[in-house]
C-alpha cells in the first residue's frame, strides 16, 4: 500500500475549532422566534479554544466524541496499532541489543533506550 | 402567536418549551433514519423528533426555555464550555443525518417557541431548501487545514532564490559593517518572500482542489492560530462528490508532496455537514 505517500496528509477526527467555525458561522441561518445574537463568533471561538486548548482538557470535560465516532477514528486506530507493534518490536531489538552488548556497555544502553523512549513520545 | 406571555407564569417554566431545529431535509430520506440509534440531543434529556411540512422534514428536539429563551440564551452562551458542549452536540446530530441522507445544516441558534412555527418555516422556504438539497446530494462538504513551518520555509525559500543567495554570497564576502547591513536586508526579504509563497501555495491548493470538486470556499483564519502542527495558513472548505472523492483525495495529495519539503502541512478533515455550502443563492444575514 501507499503508505508513505498517504503519510504527508494527516486525515483526523475535526478538531473543536473545527467544529465551532462551522456551527457558529456557519450553515443556513434561520432567524427562529428567540432572537440569539451570535454577534462576535470570534471571540467566542477564542475564548472556547482558550479553554479546552488542549485534547486532553477536552476530554475531561466529556468533549471527545469525534474521536469514537467517524470513520476517520477508525484509521487513527489502525495507525495506532501498527504504531503499538511497531514500539513492541523497537523494545524487543533494544532488549536483543542490551544482552549483546553486556555487561560494559549497559550504563550506556539505558540511557539510550530513556532518549528513544523521549523521542517516540515527542512524534506523538 | 397570540398567545400572550403574562400566560405563562415563572412556576411553567418546566412547560415552557421551544423547538430547537438542527437541519432540514426531504421527508422521505430523514424518516427511516429515526429507527436508528440517534445520537443524544443538544439537552440531553430530550428525544429527537422531526416537523413535517410539504414532503420536508426538521430534525429537532425540545429545550427549555428558561434555558434557550432571549435572553437567557446570550447569558449561557458567555460560558465557554457550556457553549462547546451544546455546539458539539448539534454538530453530531447534523452529522448522523447527513451521513444518511442530504441534508441542509443549519447555524447554532434555530429556536421555535411551537411546531407550528417550524411547520410554517417549512413551507415559506420549501424552494429555497429544495434547490440546496438537490445541490448537495450525493456529496460532502471536506475540510483542508494548510499549516506552515514559518522558520523552514524562510531557510528554504533562502536556497531557492537565486537572489538571495547571491547577496549572501556578496555579504560573506564583505567587511563585517556591510555584511551586517546586507543581512539585514536578506532577513527582510525572506519573511516576504515566505509570505508571499505562502499566500502563493493556498491559492493554487484552493484552485488546484477547486477543480476536482464541485465548489470550494476559503474560511476565516483565527490571528495567532498556532498549533503544533505549526502556524495555520488556510483553511479551506470543498464540496466533494462520491465519484470525485478518489481524485479530490489524489490531488491532495500530489499538493502534499510537492509542498510538504517547503515546510507546509497538509490536514484533512470530514466528512462534514456540508455547512459551508448549505446557503442558497442569495446570503442573508
Known sequence: ?124 | MSERKSKRSQNQADEWRGLYVYCVGEREALAPLFDAALPEAIEDEYKLGAVEAGGLAAVVSAVPLDVYGEGALEARLSDATWTATRALRHERVAEHFARRAAVVPLRFGAIYLRREGVELMLGERAAQFREVLARLGGREEWGLNVYVERARLREEVTRLSARLREMAERADASTPGQAYLLRKKIEGLRDEEARAETRRVAREVEETLGETCDGAVRLRVLKDEATEQGELAARLAFLVSAEAFGDFRAAAEGLAERYTPLGFRFELTGPWPAYNFAVAEERQV
Open chain 1, 1 to 124: 500500500m501507499s503508505s508513505e505517500r498517504t503519510s504527508l496528509i494527516t486525515a483526523r477526527p475535526p478538531g473543536l475549532v473545527d467544529v465551532l467555525d462551522r456551527i457558529l458561522d456557519k450553515g443556513l441561518v434561520i432567524a427562529g422566534d428567540i432572537k440569539v445574537s451570535l454577534a462576535n463568533v470570534e471571540l467566542l471561538t477564542l475564548q472556547i479554544r482558550l479553554l479546552v486548548c488542549s485534547i486532553d482538557k477536552a476530554e475531561q470535560i466529556g468533549l471527545n466524541w469525534w474521536r469514537y465516532d467517524t470513520n476517520l477514528t477508525t484509521r487513527a486506530a489502525v495507525a495506532e496499532a501498527e504504531n503499538a507493534e511497531l514500539r513492541e518490536r523497537v523494545a524487543a531489538l533494544e532488549r536483543e541489543l542490551r544482552q549483546l552488548s553486556e555487561a560494559p556497555a549497559r550504563s550506556e544502553s539505558v540511557a539510550r533506550g530513556a532518549k528513544s523512549r523521549a523521542s517516540r513520545k515527542g512524534r506523538k
